[in-house]
């Protein structure tokens, strides 16, 4: 069996090739860089079961493949984390758009599977709380995020249509909050940030008042949730929530790691993201029915396996 993964090297790609190559797939991965780095899978380059194509998915040619078949495809690429599209915006568009366009024609080609990494992002500011998948979200078209969650609502309306058009195999998963090693340590995310500016004996920087909330996925976690979801049987069409249904708010996460870390110096209240979520927390009743997943690793455990990662990327 052949998956083609997209975003290869990035935070979720690079897990997602792994544990494919251990379930002895035959795994083409492709990454432009843009959000990622290499060294995440520079230790699969000598595996035979992997091939790295360095291209932008939206330069995808149909025949890039030549003839080899793939069973299932992963569109994991695009960036991710605030920082990253604010700066990457256009990039971040297109790569949801024509890039998803690109491969969902290779999918049509060969027959595959496509498996769509979307985002809790596509809830916007929710006003239905938790968030289940029949919510259709609260976002600004034009506000400063809409260049992701726009453009990975458009990806999502997109694989649906060549659902409806075409019967193809696809499924959406709708990612939640996910942290764990291989996080950049400029990536901006929250865990991130507080973990390195902990561990470098800063003040943690809380935007707003810190009472927004999130829940928090630990990737080993959501791998297992996004490997189930892409290679069970008889899931044609469905969308799923995955990640942690705990939910924290901004205050509370720093003051747990602020706890793991005494290094520490306290936190500094900065003024408020624009269209920052207030709260965000997943209903993974459908995840649990399907695929009989939910998360087993607690933000303790999580946390201290991730700034154990980010001491040795600090070199501390
Ligand atoms: N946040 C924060 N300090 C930081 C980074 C993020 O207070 O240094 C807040 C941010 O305003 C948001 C939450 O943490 O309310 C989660 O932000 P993140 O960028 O991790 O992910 P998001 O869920 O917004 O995509």
């Not at 052949?2 to 990454?31: H, M, N, P, Q, W």
């Not at 091939?51 to 299932?72: G, Y």
């Not at 060969?110 to 500011?125: H, K, M, P």
């Not at 790691?257 to 965000?280: C, K, N, T």
Request: proline letters at 4%.
């Amino acid at each position: 069996m052949k998956v083609l993964i997209t975003g290869a090297s990035g935070f979720l790609g690079s897990f997602l090739c792994e544990r494919f190559l251990s379930e002895e797939y035959e795994v083409i991965g492709i990454d432009n860089f843009i959000t990622s780095h290499i060294k995440n899978v520079s230790h699969l380059l000598e595996n035979k079961n992997f091939k790295f194509i360095e291209l932008d998915v939206c330069d995808l040619d149909i025949n890039i493949l030549r003839d080899t078949k793939v069973d299932i495809i992963l569109h994991f690429a695009s960036p991710a984390s605030p920082v990253d599209y604010y700066k990457y915006k256009i990039e971040t568009m297109l790569v949801n758009s024509v890039g998803t366009k690109r491969l969902l024609d290779i999918a049509l080609k060969y027959n595959s599977r496509f498996v769509l990494a979307s985002t809790s992002e596509i809830y916007g500011d929710p006003l239905v709380h938790p968030q289940n998948e029949n919510y259709w979200g609260n976002v600004n078209p034009i506000g400063p995020r809409s260049v992701y969650d726009e453009a990975k609502r458009f990806a999502e309306a997109l694989s649906m249509a060549y659902y409806r058009t075409y019967n193809l195999d696809i499924r959406i998963i709708r990612i939640f909050n996910t942290y764990g090693p291989r996080m950049r340590i400029n990536d901006g995310r929250v865990v991130s940030n507080f973990i390195v500016q902990a561990l470098k004996g800063q003040r943690l920087t809380v935007y707003g008042d810190g009472n927004q909330t999130r829940s928090f996925c630990y990737v080993d976690d959501l791998i297992e949730g996004i490997y189930r979801f892409s290679t069970y049987e008889n899931l044609k069409g469905e969308v799923i929530n995955l990640g942690n249904p705990i939910e924290f708010k901004v205050i509370e996460l720093a003051n747990l790691v602020m706890e793991f870390i005494p290094s520490a110096r306290g936190v500094e209240f900065l003024p408020p993201l624009e269209d920052d979520p207030r709260q965000r927390r997943p209903d993974i009743s459908k995840a649990k029915l399907l695929l009989n997943w939910e998360p087993k690793i607690s933000i303790k455990e999580g946390l201290k396996l991730t700034i154990n990662y980010f001491k040795k990327e600090l070199e501390l």
